[in-house]
């Protein structure tokens, strides 16, 4: 297993910028934008915003994922979590089984130093073994934009993620109530300390903004803030999540 860097070297949360972009072009100003941006630890290509894949699946393959990875480079270092979020888990990509994991080994093939597995799938420990094997940093993710399961659920669901292998297991739930929020708290404070793999644990929408900026006082590895468009409802900018860190971690 290949530790995800841009959270192991982290002494706070890491802050990861999610690039949600049309095309190339667009997903290159992007990358420079966050290049200007001070306190970004990582970029999240959101792969599903591509025009390509509102006409089904494309078929340029690991040439793709490799012009994306390097229109990002071109403009900054910062390592890159390749995302491809399929309908079923809130993102745009029509994908069934076969084509998801087809798509999955060629981005591996184009080497992002991390890349997201949906733990629903089917080959997702297929998926996590082959990211072991190309020496990329793989991240478990489930999604609920409907509800929040219980905190013990969650738990379960990130044990699941640890045992097949990922270097860091991800959940993002929809809350309704100030209870859903503290489960969501409750369940990222014991998974990062029952699991040895980081957790990143998320509450989406305006009541779970609250847990994109505090969560790492309960142990969640890393959150997702904007600089430009957001991937998911509730997302707040770099630079009010970097002053709430700060705040956080000051001397008592």
Known sequence: MRPLPFVAAAELPAV???LVAADLDELGRLAAACAATDGIDALEWRVDALTEF????PEAGTELFAAGLAAISAHTALPVLLTLRTADEGGAAELDEDAYTALLREALAAGPAAIDIEFARRDAAELVAAAAEARVASVASAHDFTDTPPAKQLLRTMQGMAEIGVAAA??????????DVLAVLDAAERASARLEIPVIVIAMGRKGRFTRLVGGEFGSAATFAT????SAPGQVTVAEVVQTLQVLAGED
Request: hydrophobic letters at 35%; zero cysteines; proline letters at 10%.
């Open 16 to 18: 990861i910028v999610p």
């Open 227 to 230: 600089v430009g468009e957001g």
């Open 170 to 179: 991800k959940v993002a739930v929809m809350p309704h109530t100030t209870t």
């Open 54 to 57: 509102d006409e089904g699946t």
